[in-house]
C-alpha cells in the first residue's frame, strides 16, 4: 500500500443538498423488490446455471413472494433466449408475476429481445447504457450529447418494437448505468431524454433504475444523489425510482436502506447478494431487516434453510456461516454471558411475560424464518454454565438448579476445552451422567426398602461399598432422611441435605425420572449429586449416594 494514497487516490465528491430530508425520515413499508438472481447474479457465477436450474431457481423466488423477477439477458446466448422461451411457452409465469429483461440500447441486441418476448403476459424491458466519466472516456470515447443519442436511439428502438407484444402488458425500464459514478445533472439529463421518448405517465409509469454499480462512496452520498434525482426530475409522479447497488465498499445493504428514504420506490438485488466482484444487495437481509422492525417485507422466507439449499444447489455458491439471518451460525451463541442472557429471554418469552419480541442477541425469533431453537445455543470452550444448562434443558429435558449449574458448568467446560472443539448435547449429557449418574463407587445401591408408621420412616438399604455388601438401617421422617440417619450411624461423616429436587425426564428416557440432591457436612462442605430411575423415590436414594461418592472423589 501507498504511503500517500491521496497521490493516487481522491476522494468521491458531495453532492450540495443542503436541505436533504432522507435523515429525518422512517420506513414504514416495503418496496416493489425485484430479483436479479436470474442474470445479474447469474452472470457472476463461474459456472453459469443452465435451464433446468434456471428454472428451479424461478420457481423458488415465485415461492418467496417476488413479483417482478429479471429472468436473463435473453440476446446475449442461446441458453438465455432458451430459457426466456421455455417459461413463455409451458405458461411458467404466473399471471401476478412480471418478466424482467435486461438488453443494452442496440439494436441487434433489441431484436433478439423482442423475439424472446412473444407471448409473454406481463414483461418489463429493461434498457441501459453507461454514463458515467471514466465510462464515457474509457469504454466509448464519447461526449455527453453522443451518450444521450445513444440512449435516444435505443429507446426510439423499444418504442417501435412495442406494437410487436400485442396482448403483452409491458412496462419500459432504463438505467444509467453507473450512475453513482455520474455527475448527478448529466444522470437527470439523460433520463429525461429517454422519458421524452416513451413518455410515461403516472397511469403507465417507467421504472428509472439508479444503479451503484460500484460503490464509489460512502451510503450518505448515494442516499443524496437518490433524493436529488427524486427531487429535480421532471415528472417525477410518472416514475418508479427504482435502486441496484453493489457492494464493493461492504455497504451494499445500508445504502439500499438509506436510499428508500431518500424517495426509492423500488429495490434490485439478489438472494443472499450473489454478484459481480463482492456482490449485489442481499434483498433477504434487508426484507428481514423491515420484519425486525415490524414491517410486512411482502416476501416469505418462512424456510430460509430451504431457499438456502436451493440456491446452493444451483449456484454452487455457498452462504457463508455468518451471512445475516441465512448463516448456519448467525442465531448460534458460544459466549457464556450471551448464553445465558438468550436462555432467560426465551424462557420469559415462553411463559408469555413479554408482549413484543426482545430476547437478547437475538434481534427475531429464528422460528419464524425455520429456524430451530437447538441451534441458538452451542457450546466450545468460550461457553458458560448457561449454555451447558440450555442443551441439556432443550434437548434431554435436564432442568439443573441454579447451584447445579454452577458446579457442573466448570467441570463440563474443561472437559471442551480439553477437547479443543464444539461439543453436542449428547456429549455433554454423557458428561453429566459421568460425572453424577453413573458414580457407583464407593457407594452403590443394590436394594431399598421402607416402612412407615406414625409419621416415621424406617429404611433398610442394602449397598455395596468398595463392592463389599453392607446392610444400613436409619429412621427419619421421610425416606432419605431415614438413609442419612442410617449412613450416618454406619460411620459416614455427618452431613444433611439442604436441597432437593426432581422431574421427569423426556419420553425417550423411558418415563424416568431424575432427583437433584445438595448435600452440605459438618465442615461447610457441600456436594451435588444425582440419580435416575423409573421410581422417584429411588432416584432420590441415587442421588444421595451420588453426592457422597463425589464427596469421597
Known amino acids: 500500500m501507498l504511503k500517500e494514497p491521496w497521490t493516487k487516490y481522491r ?16 420506513l414504514t413499508r416495503a418496496p416493489i423488490w425485484c430479483s436479479v438472481d436470474l442474470r445479474d447474479g447469474n452472470q457472476a457465477l463461474a459456472i453459469p446455471m443452465n435451464v433446468s436450474q434456471k428454472l428451479e431457481m424461478f420457481q423458488a423466488l415465485v415461492k418467496c413472494g417476488f413479483k417482478e423477477i429479471e429472468v436473463g439477458f435473453p440476446s446475449a446466448s442461446n441458453t438465455e433466449f432458451t430459457f426466456n422461451r421455455r417459461l413463455i411457452e409451458e ?28 407471448g409473454a403476459r406481463r414483461v418489463i424491458i429493461h434498457m441501459y447504457n453507461s454514463t458515467s466519466p471514466a465510462q464515457r472516456r474509457v469504454v466509448f470515447n464519447m461526449t455527453r450529447e453522443q451518450i444521450i443519442q445513444m440512449a435516444v436511439r435505443g429507446a426510439q428502438m423499444i418504442k417501435d418494437r412495442l406494437p410487436r407484444l400485442k396482448g403483452t402488458e409491458v412496462r419500459l425500464q432504463y438505467s444509467p448505468e453507473s450512475f453513482s459514478a455520474t455527475e448527478v445533472e448529466f444522470a437527470k439529463e439523460v433520463a429525461e431524454a429517454v422519458m421524452e421518448v416513451w413518455q410515461p405517465t403516472p397511469e403507465h409509469k417507467m421504472i428509472l433504475n439508479l444503479p451503484d454499480t460500484v460503490e464509489v462512496a460512502m451510503p450518505n452520498v448515494y442516499a443524496d444523489q437518490v433524493e436529488w434525482i427524486c427531487r429535480n426530475i421532471r415528472n417525477r409522479d410518472s416514475l418508479i425510482i427504482s435502486v441496484h447497488t453493489h457492494n464493493d465498499r461492504g455497504t451494499g445493504i445500508a445504502k439500499t436502506e438509506l436510499a428508500l428514504l431518500a424517495g426509492a420506490d423500488r429495490v434490485e438485488g439478489t438472494l443472499f447478494g450473489n454478484g459481480e466482484r463482492t456482490g449485489n444487495l442481499d434483498i433477504v437481509t434487508v426484507a428481514l431487516n423491515m420484519y ?11 424456510d430460509i434453510n430451504r431457499l438456502r439449499e436451493i440456491y446452493e444447489r444451483c449456484t454452487g455458491m455457498t452462504v457463508p456461516p455468518r451471512q445475516p439471518y441465512a448463516g448456519e451460525l448467525v442465531f448460534t451463541a458460544f459466549s457464556g454471558s450471551h448464553q445465558d442472557a438468550i436462555r432467560k429471554g426465551l424462557r420469559e418469552w415462553n411463559e408469555g411475560r413479554r408482549q413484543y419480541w426482545d430476547v437478547p442477541y437475538l434481534p427475531i425469533d429464528p422460528r419464524d424464518i425455520g429456524r430451530q431453537y437447538r441451534e441458538v445455543i452451542r457450546v466450545n470452550s468460550q461457553s458458560g454454565k448457561g449454555g451447558v444448562a440450555y442443551l441439556l434443558e432443550n434437548e434431554y ?24 472443539r464444539e461439543v453436542s448435547g449428547a456429549e455433554l449429557k454423557a458428561m453429566f451422567w459421568r460425572e453424577y449418574v453413573e458414580r ?57 441435605i439442604v436441597h432437593y429436587s426432581e422431574h421427569a425426564l423426556s419420553a425417550g428416557e423411558e418415563a424416568s425420572a431424575i432427583a437433584y440432591i445438595q448435600i452440605r457436612f459438618s465442615d461447610g462442605r457441600t456436594r451435588w449429586g444425582a440419580g435416575v430411575d423409573t421410581n422417584i423415590e429411588l432416584a432420590g436414594v441415587k442421588a444421595v449416594l451420588s453426592a457422597l461418592n463425589r464427596a469421597s472423589a
Open 11 to 26: 476522494p468521491f465528491p458531495p453532492v450540495h443538498l443542503p436541505d436533504r430530508q432522507w435523515p429525518n425520515r422512517v
Open 91 to 118: 405458461n411458467r409465469v404466473p399471471p401476478d408475476v412480471w418478466m424482467q429483461v435486461l438488453v443494452q440500447a442496440r439494436e441487434d441486441l433489441i431484436e433478439r429481445t423482442f423475439e424472446s418476448l412473444v
Open 292 to 302: 425486525m422492525h415490524g414491517i410486512d417485507p411482502g416476501l416469505d422466507f418462512s
Open 397 to 420: 429435558g435436564i432442568e439443573l438448579p441454579k447451584e447445579l449449574q454452577r458446579e457442573f458448568g466448570p467441570i463440563a467446560n474443561d472437559e471442551v476445552d480439553r477437547l479443543g
Open 440 to 496: 457407583t463407587r464407593p457407594w452403590e445401591l443394590v436394594g431399598f426398602e421402607t416402612q412407615s408408621r406414625d409419621g416415621r420412616v424406617t429404611c433398610l438399604a442394602r449397598l455395596r461399598r468398595n463392592g463389599e455388601l453392607v446392610d444400613i438401617r436409619g429412621e427419619g421422617n421421610g425416606p432419605l432422611a431415614a438413609l442419612v440417619h442410617g449412613l450416618i450411624h454406619h460411620g459416614v461423616p455427618r452431613f444433611e
